[in-house]
């Protein structure tokens, strides 16, 4: 793959006419489960309501502004290139109804009386022509983002910090696993105008460098754990939470639970594309992987930041194998 420059173009103001395709061509392919459903752009904007300020009734930032915001920055990113419509997960409805309907049993309620926005979104958008391959599996560049109600302050007036969280990175697509690290995620984007908001997506598609993820991925295929030292991590692991806080300095933060390392544990023999060889040895480049699927049950609001752990970890790793630096979940 060839070295990706974000030079902004103009392009034409018809985003139809300059590879977004439509909605039938969209990445359905579920990149997480827990706890949420699928729902279109189209389905946003048309049907849930938009949450105000309370103090002076003033709209919040939407999902769908959000999403669509990305959008158009990607689009004049990559102009030339093919990119899907959005994939959105959406969790946690905050249901309400029309003042009308306010005595009515709710098996009486129409749908017209009912209201609902949902407090967490993620969405990706898939730019299948930027790709590679890394040890068989195919791999294509996304983009997407992060929306939590929760994390604003709604009791108050419109100008309050507004919170987003946007990532670059790749997915797999033989089992739609997404691989972030720390170089293509802004977690703590705080904003109190739309113009804002897209400036820093903006400076995170200008800074991000795809090209060295790549090598970065490909650079786990070199690596293997044998049986034994896999064994080590999953108990290095599962130690690691109970560790006093003054023991953790220096150490790769791991932000996995037991639910997801046993996941882990039972992949390793029974995944399909990931499990270890006939000789018991796996390679990072399947361990990454046993670790971003198990990541896949994670809520929303903590996805890309257990997405970088897992990174991070693995690249530990790698390095203590490569006797660049110790590994204190090997060592």
Sequence with gaps: MEELMLTPVNPPEDMDAIGLMD??????RIFIQANTIRATLHEIKSQHVIPVFLKDNECAISHGDFIETVMDIVSRSYYGEQILRPSVRLSHPIK????????KPVSQLQEWEKTVYYERMMFVIEIPSITDDIDGNPVTFTVGGVKSYSQDNLYNRKGADEHFKVFAGFQN???TNLSVWSDGLAADIRVKTPEQLRNAILNLLLSFNPVDQI???RSLVEYSLSEKQFAQLIGRCRMYQYL????KEGIEQL?????QIGTVCRDYYRDNSFCRT???DIN?????NLFTGANKTTYIDQFLERSVSASRLVEGIRDSLSNTRSSWFLN
Excluded: I, N
């Excluded at 909605?23 to 359905?28: G, I, M, V």
């Excluded at 309400?96 to 005595?103: L, N, Y």
């Excluded at 932000?255 to 639910?259: A, E, I, T």
């Excluded at 990072?284 to 990454?288: A, G, H, Q, R």
């Design 255 to 259: 932000l996995f639970g037991d639910q």
């Design 23 to 28: 909605d039938t061509h969209s990445s359905e």
């Design 278 to 280: 006939s000789d018991r």
């Design 173 to 175: 697509r033989v089992c």
């Design 244 to 247: 006093p806080q003054k023991e």
């Design 215 to 217: 090598h970065w991925m």
């Design 284 to 288: 990072l480049w399947k361990l990454y």
């Design 96 to 103: 309400g109804r029309v003042p009308d309907a306010k005595d």
